[in-house]
């Protein structure tokens, strides 16, 4: 009996992931007849960064890294430097519009130094990072520069970036990561978040990716009490309920949905934010700074997520259907294609469905960050 023909209700275990089996006698093609697969790939293909995009935020890590790495007074403390977040993971959406403007896309940098937690101070190094950034702030058109907790962010023409001090690997294999406020340093590995995150996309044959853009976009469609969770959280959120199989993207993000849900149906009963397992740093909470109220509100989001999904699924009318993703995703959700038949103006054009186990996003995808 093969992986598609297990029984309803047989719970797979796979890598980081726990998914059940749909019904196999489901009429898969009806189900998805008025949400056809090529409407998800063109809403995919349009919230992944342009090519001018990245081109823009690889343009500007380029040179806030070599500026670092030439600075007279901090080069000779740099190892190395580390491109990290959303951008190098390939999951970023693009940047939101604001009242007429397009936003700059954010970029995380790490720098590597020699250090121990026992006799390094985290202000002290985020000071030195910082003066060297000033020092180059009219080469690399700085227009805006402060420090954060945990990172320096600063404002460039076409990018923001968050340029973070890391104390190199440590005894345990991992970094650490300074908080200026408290003193504290943090474990944390955010070359093994990147190797994660592409492990989990190659297991589920690149769908990972597109999905997780899919659920990120209609996090920031759908605001809550706060912005958390956010970023890595929700892929480490995908990551154990994402069906490895399903390759409609609709019926992936409706299956997320419930299994979510399903997960976490306890801690919602009780108000509790739970703990998400860091897959970089053992014992390490990725919720950690998440609240309780806060998770509640996403989760409530999701089940109207869910709800909604469900009922453009079922829907026979295309343009009804739409109306539901659009409640999901907002206005970028592509409406049905015309027919060009003038006899039949309104008629839906019906794109076919792909059902193979390679990805069903858009093959044209912009270079990754090296």
Request: glycine content about 4%; overall charge positive.
């Amino acid at each position: 009996m093969g992986l598609n023909e297990k029984p309803v209700g047989t719970t797979i275990r796979c890598n980081f992931t726990t998914i059940k089996c749909r019904d196999q006698n489901q009429p898969l093609g009806r189900l998805h007849e008025m949400t056809p697969n090529a409407r998800f790939s063109e809403f995919i293909k349009d919230i992944t960064p342009s090519n001018t995009t990245v081109s823009n935020c690889q343009s500007a890590h380029k040179d806030v890294r070599t500026a670092l790495l030439n600075d007279d007074e901090l080069k000779n403390k740099i190892k190395r430097i580390i491109l990290g977040g959303s951008y190098k993971r390939s999951t970023a959406i693009r940047p939101r519009v604001k009242n007429g403007s397009t936003e700059r896309p954010d970029v995380d940098l790490y720098v590597v130094v020699d250090g121990s937690p026992l006799f390094s101070d985290p202000s002290d190094l985020m000071d030195e990072i910082y003066a060297a950034l000033n020092r180059a702030r009219k080469d690399l058109g700085i227009t805006s520069l402060k420090r954060n907790r945990c990172s320096i962010a600063l404002s460039m023409n076409k990018a923001d970036l968050d340029v973070s001090p890391l104390l190199e690997r440590q005894h345990d294999a991992l970094y650490r990561i300074g908080n200026r406020i408290t003193g504290e340093w943090y474990k944390t590995d955010p070359e093994e978040h990147t190797n994660w995150s592409a492990q989990q996309n190659k297991r589920c044959s690149g769908r990972f990716n597109s999905l997780t853009r899919m659920v990120k976009w209609a996090r920031r469609h759908n605001k809550t009490v706060s912005r958390h969770p956010k970023s890595f959280a929700l892929e480490a959120f995908i990551a154990p309920n994402i069906s490895e199989i399903e390759t409609h993207y609709g019926q992936l993000f409706h299956d997320w949905c419930q299994n979510f849900l399903d997960l976490y149906e306890d801690d919602r009963l009780f108000s509790i934010c739970p703990v998400l397992e860091d897959p970089a740093v053992p014992g390490g909470d990725i919720l950690s700074g998440v609240t309780d109220e806060e998770f509640c509100a996403y989760y409530d989001k999701v089940k109207t997520h869910r709800d909604n999904s469900a009922k453009a699924l079922k829907e026979d009318d295309e343009e009804k259907a739409c109306e539901y993703w659009r409640k999901i995703f907002g206005e970028r959700f592509p409406k049905p294609k015309q027919s060009t038949n003038s006899t039949k103006s309104s008629a839906i054009t019906m794109s076919p469905l792909s059902f193979t186990g390679t990805e069903a996003a858009p093959t044209e995808r912009p270079a990754k960050f090296a």
